[in-house]
């Protein structure tokens, strides 16, 4: 199946809201979205310079790069029905 | 010393002094303003002075303008951000609106914005971070919680790195708390405060004020802040001592009856005030203080307020003096300006320049009460007692004329504070009798020195300016500006007139 969506999640290193966000979109994603979607996941504290370049100030950071518009969900993604209409992401 | 060793220079001209000594080394600074109170041109200069004159490299975090939007705006300074950045001196932090929406689901921190602070620091080996403005933090998360413990956090690695800080804060509306979110409760070690207030004249007066620097000493009063050519200048409250110099020498006013009626001249040092009227001759015979003063190769400094220089030029050239040549060759600096042009603090400073650079030994300042019309009591005060004290500091005799408003009549001059900052007072006046006008010279004070009473007629006449005729005599009232002939008895008032006139024409008197 075809890459619909281009994800980017922004961590610090290994702390709680970190851990607890990549756990939480990991499950969002395991139904019927992992195959359409592109993650990549970046720890500002190794890359910072990503960081600057795409102007995150808060993390975790989930932008949804692809398709346009640009969308942003900041926290440790703790309410899954919250991220798929922040990301404006349909299911199927 | 020891408190200038935990400091480093500002960069801002006048601040170091109210500092006494710069910003707070390695620590964290909360500059806190209302906007328009000069929060970004402070702290762009802050980093870029670092950078230029001290060496230090700087990080600038800015929150609501774009790092283009920044260069393009210290350009007009002469700061040339451009070339630092790609010289790695300067970096930038865009922490500007992305326009972006974001949503914030669960809990969150500001990770991601301080280890870019961290990356530029290192990356440029940063000495200096300011942040403009912290208060856009508070605007764009919900939990403000949050932003007090993660700026809290930033401020410790930053006093770990001992990086020096300049925060800067919105402050909501002027005299209130001292920023809008209470930002500085977790810098709160050191403050300062610039405000952006409308004066009784109308015009926006900003100032600075340093409300702690935690066990470092400053100063407490506001002191005035313009951002001009080349950034921001700070005046600090002039500080004047008593410390002139008491000379027993005395200098020629230039003008032979009015030295007569001084025993010699004024003391060298001296302020001498000149009141009168307008038209009464007080620019003539500064004139007369100034030639005389070149004519003896004594370096001065004339301050004109109401005449342009060509207008001098031709005022002094119908008496026969050659003020331009004087000019041309350096020995006389003319300074001519409306009052309006520049602040109290700001002509204190250029004159004080002035005088240094040009080895002013006689200073000239016409009139003093032009500037008076402009100032409120208290600055202009303040203005008239530094500026003496700067001069008899720096040996210059001085000539300050007043205007009165009235033709004729009595003057107040005593409410003016002007009189108390005179060592010595000439009034110069117009009397009323018998159906003319008549000029009249009086030395009414002469700190320290005898020197004669009598009220003098004086003329201007084109051969040689001021000339002092001689004293009236026979006539009284002549301050009320309605002068009066006292006859003797037996003899009519014809007579009268006839035998002061003769005694005149004779020289007696």
Sequence with gaps: MATKYVLKLY?????????????????????????????????????????????????????????PP??????????KKKVLSGLNLTIG | MANKLNKVPSGIPGFDEISHGGVPKGRTTLASGTSGSGKTVFSSQFLYKGITECGENGVFVTFEESP????????????????????????????????????????????????????AVKKIKAKRVVIDSVSALFTHYQDSGIIRRELHELTVNL????????????????????????????????????????????????????????????????????????????????????TGKGFSQKISFGIKGLDDLLYGGVYKNSTTLITGASGSGKTVATLHFIMEGAKRGEKSLLIEFEESPNQLYRNAASFGWDLKKYVDNGIVKLLCCYPEDLRAEQYLQMIQNLVIANKAKRVVFDSISDIQRIYNDRKFRTFVISLNAFLKSHDVTSVFTNTSPQILGVTEITETHLS??????????????DGRMHRIINALKERGSMHKKELMEFEITTESGVEIIGP???VENLMSGFARRIYQMGLDRKEAGKDIIADIAAGKI
Excluded at chain 1, 31 to 50: A, M, R, S, T
């Design chain 1, 11 to 67: 961590v610090t290193g290994q702390t709680t809201n970190s851990v607890k966000a990549i756990g939480n979109l990991k499950n969002i994603l395991k139904d019927g979205l992992k195959d359409i979607c592109k993650l990549e996941v970046i720890d500002v504290l190794k890359n910072p310079q990503l960081a600057e370049k795409d102007k995150i100030m808060a993390t975790p950071a989930l932008v949804k790069v692809l398709p």
């Design chain 1, 70 to 79: 640009i969308r942003k969900i900041i926290g440790d993604l703790s309410d």
């Design chain 2, 68 to 119: 283009q939007d920044i260069i393009r705006n210290v350009k007009g300074f002469g700061w040339n951000i451009e070339k630092l950045v790609k010289e790695n001196k300067w970096a930038f932090v865009d922490a500007s609106p992305d326009y972006s929406s974001s949503v914030e689901v669960g809990q969150y921190d500001l990770g991601a914005f301080l280890a870019r602070i961290a990356h």
């Design chain 2, 159 to 242: 006093k770990k790195s001992n990086v020096t800080c300049i925060m800067t804060a919105e402050k909501p509306v002027e005299d209130e708390q001292i920023s809008r979110y209470g930002v500085e409760e977790f810098v709160s070690d050191n403050v300062i405060l610039l405000h952006n207030r409308l004066n009784s004249y109308g015009e926006r007066e900003r100032t600075v004020e340093i409300l702690k620097f935690r066990g470092l000493f400053h100063d407490s009063e506001e002191a005035s802040l313009y951002v001009g050519a080349q950034g921001i200048n700070i005046y600090p409250k002039p500080r004047p001592k008593l």
């Design chain 2, 420 to 433: 108390t900052a005179s060592d010595n007072i000439i009034i110069l006046k117009y009397v009323e009798l």
């Design chain 2, 472 to 474: 009236f005599k026979g």
